[in-house]
């Protein structure tokens, strides 16, 4: 527009740890109002799911929640790069998929242990809000479940050290993932 450039992230990811990190220069995204978010709602209306990020500004996130929350349809917000959300606007949404680094942001809990982890999901569900863990290998998957997670991301195999790289998506994880997972 007229009054800002388009927004731009850079990730970048540790080669080492697969940590990342996102650099935002919000520019337009930033200038989204009402009547950008109304113009969505024909479009909503026929969806199950609407997944949302934060690289826009956090009321128009909220009126996507109201109009999503009107016609039955599932919020899942992407919580990077990280802001802090109100725990009335996480009660709205069905499902968060925080990382790490986003869920001790979420929690005041530093992730350094499956118990830390149990914890910070128990504190996110306590605000009425399905979880997801983004695992990078098999097992990880495995113990999120035991842990309490309610869905597992592949999005991190084949980033960390530990994890196997393979060409394109690891179909048979996901095989393996598909049958033994709830």
């Known amino acids: 527009t007229d009054a800002s450039s388009t927004g731009c992230a850079l990730i ?34 026929d969806c199950e ?19 999503a929350r009107k016609h039955n349809v599932k919020v899942i917000v992407n919580t990077a790069p990280y802001a802090p959300m109100s725990d009335d606007f996480l009660s709205k949404v069905y499902m968060v998929t925080p990382n790490e680094v986003e869920a001790e942001e979420m929690t005041g809990i530093k992730i350094d242990g499956l118990e830390a982890a149990k914890e910070a999901a128990r504190i996110i569900k306590s605000k009425g809000v399905e979880t997801m863990a983004d695992c990078s290998t098999v097992e ?37 993932l598909v049958a033994n997972l709830k």
């Open 12 to 45: 970048m990811v540790h080669e080492d740890s697969g940590q990342n990190e996102i650099v935002i220069v919000p520019g337009t995204c930033n200038l989204l109002n009402e009547d950008d978010t109304n113009k969505v709602e024909e479009v909503l209306k």
């Open 49 to 67: 799911y609407v997944l949302l990020q934060l690289e826009v500004n956090q009321d128009a996130n909220e009126r996507i929640v109201e109009l």
């Open 140 to 176: 990880e998957c495995y113990e999120a479940e035991r842990i309490g997670f309610d869905c597992v991301s592949t999005t991190m195999f084949g980033y960390t050290p530990y994890s196997v790289k393979v060409e394109g998506p690891n179909i048979e994880a996901i095989k393996e």
